[in-house]
T-cell receptor, first 114, second 114 residues
Framework: DGGITQSPKYLFRKEGQNVTLSCEQN?????MYWYRQDPGQGLRLIYY???????QKGDIAEGYSVSREKKESFPLTVTSAQKNPTAFYLC?????????????FGQGTRLTVV | KQEVTQIPAALSVPEGENLVLNCSFT??????LQWFRQDPGKGLTSLLL?????REQTSGRLNASLDKSSGRSTLYIAASQPGDSATYLC?????????????FGGGTRVLVKP
């Protein structure tokens, strides 16, 4: 089955700790994205990557970092600089260009600061 | 800057009634519009993609229309069932946005009562 796999499903972080969220896709999509979802605020874009070894900041990149060493993988690190990391994190990928571009999402990782 | 609005934020209907969900956007320069479903604690599932040149798309009990000139899309769900209870989000892909990025609405939370 083709799709996007996010792990872990739940993650707990202590104050001052860095944590990494995994996102793997087997859809052969070039572009991948990380979104953050908070209650009442909708989805906000953290980082995106259109091609291997290249990525761009989204609207709320501060306190986060990413890498794109392989087409299939786009891990997100939440650093200690992110002051309010408790949220639901969603990874997505897209195929095609322009009007036929369709986004597909993983099942999400819920991060909680303890 | 593109803004996407979904009103109402929440909706409750009796089983069997047709659902009408609204999505409005401020800039008509879009490649496409996508409707998603999100169950509590889960990722987003793509329901329908409407390209900018299309007026509507249908899948089973779902029908989505697009009026690009007025900046509106409507998702119709016929003969609602309790299993349709979820949050529905719309997202547009602006032509001016780099990286095939999506702009999301805040979602409409739907409850279908048996």
């Amino acid at each position: 089955d083709g799709g996007i796999t996010q792990s872990p499903k739940y993650l707990f972080r202590k104050e001052g700790q860095n944590v990494t969220l995994s996102c793997e896709q087997n859809l052969n999509h070039d572009a991948m994205y990380w979104y953050r979802q908070d209650p009442g605020q909708g989805l906000r874009l953290i980082y995106y990557s259109q091609i291997v070894n290249d990525f761009q900041k989204g609207d709320i990149a501060e306190g986060y970092s990413v890498s794109r060493e392989k087409k299939e993988s786009f891990p997100l690190t939440v650093t200690s600089a992110q002051k309010n990391p408790t949220a639901f994190y969603l990874c997505a990928s897209t195929d095609g260009q322009g009007a036929i571009t369709e986004a597909f999402f993983g099942q999400g990782t819920r991060l909680t600061v303890v | 800057k593109q803004e996407v609005t979904q009103i109402p934020a929440a909706l409750s209907v009796p089983e069997g009634e047709n659902l009408v969900l609204n999505c409005s956007f401020t800039d008509s320069a879009i490649y496409n519009l996508q409707w998603f479903r999100q169950d509590p604690g889960k990722g987003l599932t793509s329901l329908l993609l409407i390209q900018s040149s299309q007026r509507e798309q249908t899948s089973g009990r779902l029908n989505a229309s697009l009026d690009k000139s007025s900046g509106r899309s409507t998702l119709y769900i016929a003969a609602s069932q309790p299993g349709d209870s979820a949050t529905y989000l719309c997202a547009v892909r602006p032509i001016k946005a780099a990286g095939n990025k999506l702009t999301f609405g805040g979602g409409t939370r739907v409850l279908v009562k048996p």
